[in-house]
């Protein structure tokens, strides 16, 4: 059994987005560097340059590398910081989403296009028009639209924009103020562009209510991940300071969405980052911890684990703490 082991042992992988293309598993990570840096709010010391992928052709295989699929110095408009990556299929192209700072020091959402699932990654020569913050997932819906979720707080710079726009004034939400909202966008049909400005993705108690940004059990910190389950979608995320992972449902791809409860206890480390999918009938959650470095926070490495859901949708608790 390869569960809840290291898939990855000799890079340090992060923030795992996986797939299904071509019956076979791939797996789209960042690659944390191998530097001892001062950990920060802002997120100094992941300084990522380069973008791997990795392919599994069944959950009893470890991944192969597939080699390096796009790097920094390629990337005419950004300057610093790779972060955590997507990927999705449209009309036998491969779409490649990924955040960076650009020349300013602001968190941009790029796109980059291969012909095949494995790379490699060719990026366009500026960032998507309308974009902002870090932590892209480009979701294919059911009825062939494509949306883009993005956004995460602190060093991604989400709690400083209002209504799409940034100010260094803007900080981020405390006590009973609303807590800041990840964005969903549809995208235009060539993948390259949004189709609208992007709209709060907002979450709810269970009376309706959009969670605090004091609720730090809850409230949305960055991570969004969507997918679909009949005909409920699930928006998944981090709370990041609670170090938990969370999902939310509704039956409007748009929401708003309901909080359901934790998919994830804390692992060893401080962040927590994910992705879910459905592979051969079976549900599975890839994510990361810090097992391998033994807790060092920019020296993560990827995992995964099956995934259980109730009778009546609700997803079952993981103990993210290691060997259980």
């Known amino acids: ?73 390629d990337v005419p408009w950004a300057s610093k910081q790779l972060w955590a990556p997507d990927c999705a299929e449209k009309d036998g192209k491969y779409y490649f989403v990924f955040p960076a700072r650009d020349k ?59 209504n799409n726009k940034w100010s260094a004034d803007n900080k981020e939400p405390k006590g009973t103020e609303a807590a800041c909202t990840p964005k969903i966008a549809l995208m235009k049909d060539n993948m390259k562009e949004l189709a609208e400005e992007p709209r709060d993705l907002i979450i709810t108690d269970g009376n309706g209510k959009p969670l605090t940004g004091g609720d730090e059990e809850r409230r949305y910190f960055e991570d969004p991940w969507l997918f679909k389950r009949g005909d409920t979608y699930y928006f998944t995320y981090s709370t990041g300071t609670t170090h938990l992972l969370c999902y939310s449902t509704s039956k409007n791809v748009y929401g708003p969405y309901t909080y359901g409860g934790v998919i994830l206890t804390p692992v060893l480390g401080w962040t927590t980052h994910h992705s879910i999918l459905e592979y051969k009938g079976k549900w599975y959650l890839f994510y990361h911890d810090c097992e391998r470095s033994g807790g060092i926070n920019q020296k993560r490495n990827v995992k995964f684990c099956s995934l259980e859901f109730n009778p009546d949708g609700s997803i079952k608790t993981i103990d993210g703490s290691l060997g259980k």
């Open 1 to 73: 059994m390869i569960e809840k082991k290291p898939l990855v042992n000799d890079l340090y992988t992060a923030d795992p987005s996986a797939h299904v293309f071509g019956g076979k598993i791939y797996i789209y990570p960042s690659h944390d560097e191998d530097i001892d840096v001062e950990n920060n709010d802002n997120g100094d010391q992941y300084d990522m340059k380069d973008y791997h992928v990795y392919e599994m052709p069944d959950t009893e295989t470890y991944p192969k590398d597939c080699g390096c699929v796009l790097r920094l110095e």
């Open 104 to 162: 300013q020091g602001m968190f941009r959402i790029g796109m980059a296009i291969g012909d095949g699932p494995a790379g490699p990654f060719k990026a366009e020569s500026d960032y998507i028009k309308g974009t902002y913050s870090i932590d892209p997932c480009l979701y294919p819906d059911t009825d062939g639209k494509y949306y883009l979720t993005f956004g995460g707080i602190w060093g991604g710079q989400l709690d400083q924009y209002r």
